[in-house]
């Protein structure tokens, strides 16, 4: 038969084993042949160098899309959006509690007000601003308004201007400008206490300044400002004043404690009072018990005796 029947059929000797096929040789690292495209390194595959794998996934991140990370992000502000619209002050009431909590514990640690330190005030307003203030021992010293403290300060009479400081660990203190009283001023039968600017210290007993100047009428308190410096630099006429009245809320007339009447012009009050201390030094006008001086005309002194003789005008220098 022929040979190829033999093949055909299964008849002749046993087929040739095919040779096993030599392993290719690695491709050298670094080396890449003309169309070459480098294979993944599956997973399981040991990192080389300094690769570490904790950080890699760190910076994979959490393996949302762009997009999806996107919308997460504007719902979570549309959520806090929706909870600052829906709960109005409540959210600010929950911070201001915890803050609360907070100051009670650092209270607890020592940082509380053990001690008031007060800078700057007379004891007499010391009791006042105390009281002011509302402090109180134990209170958490950390949780103090330091604002509305001074606040508070700033309203009592006795003070033009306050600082507040914390001292920890547990000293708040105090300093203040105190007002100085300047005069008593008497309106609609009421007497009260100013300073040099003319405000009024509620808190000032007036009984306890018998000896400062008596300022009586409307706008008295506030017109004192510009006629006590200038009294107060005469101490002749300072011993024998009584008081000092504010007339038709243009002047004053100057009453003495001997009865005597100054009446001062509207205007140029200095000008009038140099005249008057020229007459007292040549001629001693304040001790002759006159009724009343008139210097309301700069350019003549008109005097009147008390018991009602007749006037007669005098001049510096005569």
């Given amino acids: 038969m022929p040979a190829i029947m033999r093949g055909v059929l299964g008849y002749g000797p046993e087929p040739r084993a095919r040779k096993a096929s030599k392993p290719k040789p690695r491709q050298q690292a670094g080396v890449q042949k003309p169309g070459y495209k480098p294979v993944r390194q599956p997973k399981s595959a040991k990192p080389s160098g300094d690769y570490a794998p904790a950080k890699l996934r760190a910076a994979q991140g959490v393996g949302l899309r762009p997009g999806v990370a996107l919308a997460v992000a504007a719902g979570v502000v549309v959520l806090g959006l929706l909870v600052v619209l829906f709960t109005g002050q409540r959210l ?29 005030a007379s004891p007499r307003a010391r009791a006042d601003i105390l009281r002011a203030s509302a402090l109180y021992a134990g209170e958490p010293i950390l949780g103090l308004d330091l604002n509305s ?29 105190e007002r100085k009283p300047a005069a008593v001023w008497q309106m609609n039968g009421k007497h009260r206490v100013v300073d040099a600017d003319g405000q009024v210290i509620p808190e000032a007993d007036p009984t306890a300044f018998v000896q400062l100047p008596l300022v009586v009428g409307e706008g008295a308190d506030e017109a004192s400002t510009e006629i006590l410096p200038l009294v107060s630099a005469r101490p002749r006429m300072m011993d024998r004043l009584e008081a000092l009245v504010r007339v038709d809320g243009r002047r004053w007339d100057l009453r003495l404690k001997d009865g005597t009447l100054i009446a001062l012009p509207a205007e140029d009050q200095e000008s009038a009072l140099i005249q008057l201390d020229r007459l007292d030094q040549d001629q001693r006008i304040l001790d002759l018990g006159l009724g009343r001086i008139d210097l309301r005309d700069p350019g003549t002194v008109v005097v009147r005796p008390r018991h009602g003789g007749a006037q007669e005008s005098l001049s510096a220098g005569a």
């Fill in 92 to 120: 600010q009431r929950a911070a201001a509690a915890v803050a609360h909590g907070a100051d009670v514990q650092m209270a607890g640690l020592g940082f509380k007000v053990a001690r008031v330190r007060i800078d700057g």
């Fill in 149 to 177: 403290l001074r606040a508070r300060i700033e309203q009592v009479g006795w003070v033009k201007d306050a600082r507040v400081m914390r001292l920890l660990p547990g000293v708040v203190a105090i300093s203040v400008t």
